[in-house]
């Protein structure tokens, strides 16, 4: 209901007029007494079959745990206003004001962040934390920091660039970063979380305290499985002869030399054969 029901377009004023059998100018003085418009509303609402959504009660609940879980999904407050606006109608709730949904629809995005970091706490040992601070400090040898090497794609295929490939999947490796299991986070809150990390700071993530060790956990999971796609790439552009039907696991051969992981001993037409290893 608005609170300026005279603002109406004149187009819908007239139409409703007509409806009425009412003049256009007499719909000026609506409202002009305290509890017209409420009294009107709530008629309509039991006409209609709709709820109302006031303070603590359950629809407002079921409301906030809607925007809970969507949160877990998506982090655009857009978004989620309007999947909650799609909610009530569905649920035929009457809307609440816009500053109270849009207050409840950043106290899921806090919640969801809770949640998250509830969620990989057990992961987050003291060996663990220390191993993700190290992303966030400047390494000498590197000049930058772990994270800005780590979202750093390479530009050419070269053997400088298979060697810092391989070097950045030796190091997740070594902080078992490929072995861990955020499978208690839906996949769009990891994508998220990784992309928040790869467009982040190192002050910018220091900032956030704890709620940084979900951020870097996600990231770094990824980015083991993007810098194995990464190597095996860069590694199969030095070779020519590597296709997808004959990419088995050999030692490298005089007519293969450049690429040390694949090879293409075998013929294409017997690539098929045998079990891959």
Request: include cysteine; glycine fraction near 6%; hydrophobic fraction near 40%.
């Amino acid at each position: 209901m608005p609170d300026d029901v005279a603002s109406a377009p004149p187009v819908a004023v007239a139409r409703l007029a007509k409806a009425l059998g009412l003049a256009p100018g007499a719909l000026r003085g609506y409202g002009r007494r305290a509890h017209t418009r409420s009294d009107h509303l709530a008629q309509v609402a039991k006409y209609l079959g709709w709820k109302n959504a006031s303070a603590g009660s359950q629809e407002m609940k079921e409301l906030e745990q809607f925007l809970t879980d969507r949160a877990m999904e998506h982090d655009s407050p857009t978004l989620l206003f309007n999947l909650a606006r799609e909610y009530l109608m569905s649920a035929k709730v009457i809307r609440p004001g816009a500053i109270t949904l849009a207050k409840m629809v950043g106290a899921a995005r806090a919640a969801a962040g809770e949640l998250t970091l509830h969620k990989v706490a057990h992961l987050l040992t003291e060996q663990v934390r220390s191993d993700l601070d190290l992303l966030l400090k400047v390494d000498a040898g590197l000049g930058c920091t772990r994270l800005e090497w780590l979202t750093k794609p390479a530009v050419e295929a070269s053997s400088a660039a298979v060697k810092t490939s391989i070097d950045k999947l030796a190091w997740l490796r070594a902080m078992d970063a490929d072995r861990l299991d955020l499978s208690a986070l839906p996949n769009e809150r990891r994508r998220f979380l990784a992309q928040v990390a790869r467009r982040s700071t190192n002050q910018g993530l220091e900032r956030r305290r704890e709620r940084r060790y979900p951020i870097l956990l996600a990231f770094v999971a990824q980015a083991a499985i993007d810098q194995l796609d990464e190597s095996a790439r860069a590694d199969g552009s030095r070779c020519p002869r590597i296709t997808a039907a004959c990419r088995r696991w050999h030692p490298p051969t005089p007519t293969c030399a450049s690429s040390p992981r694949w090879c293409c001993r075998r013929s294409t037409s017997r690539a098929g054969q045998g079990r891959p290893t």
